[in-house]
């Protein structure tokens, strides 16, 4: 599975930006789905989740009712709507995919996208 993330840039602080995630090369609808961050300078963590079917979906604390994850498994798709944004979650943002949605948690994947950049200024 192939996974390329566009639509990162920069967004003034209380912005918002959606990034997107296409996959090619499987099965997308046999796959959960991940966001993840990695900020300067830190390790990379877990933003949201969603299950292959777009029932349950996770989100971090750092991010649950600012963020919204979604996918449209006939476009191959997965999109992360950013809202309220902060500089802090200045980061390069990865989409993955799993098999199961609880590894994702904990940045756990068996597929990874080469990420895009989100700056957010002050």
């Known amino acids: 599975v192939q996974l390329v993330e566009t639509g990162g840039g920069l967004v003034q602080a209380g912005g918002s930006l959606r990034v997107t995630c296409a996959a090619s090369g499987g099965t997308f609808s046999n796959y959960a789905m991940g966001w993840f961050r990695q900020p300067p300078g830190k390790e990379r963590e877990f933003v949201a989740s969603?299950?292959?079917?777009?029932?349950?979906?996770d989100y971090a604390d750092s991010v649950k009712g600012r963020f919204t994850i979604s996918r449209d498994n006939a476009k191959n798709t997965v999109y992360l709507q950013m809202n309220s944004l902060k500089p802090e979650d200045t980061a390069v943002y990865y989409c993955?995919?799993?098999?199961?949605?609880?590894?994702?948690?904990?940045?756990?994947?068996?597929?990874w996208g080469q990420g895009t950049q989100v700056t957010v200024s002050s």
């Open positions: 969603i299950s292959w079917r777009g029932s349950s979906t």
């Open positions: 993955a995919a799993g098999r199961t949605l609880g590894p994702l948690r904990t940045v756990r994947a068996d597929y």
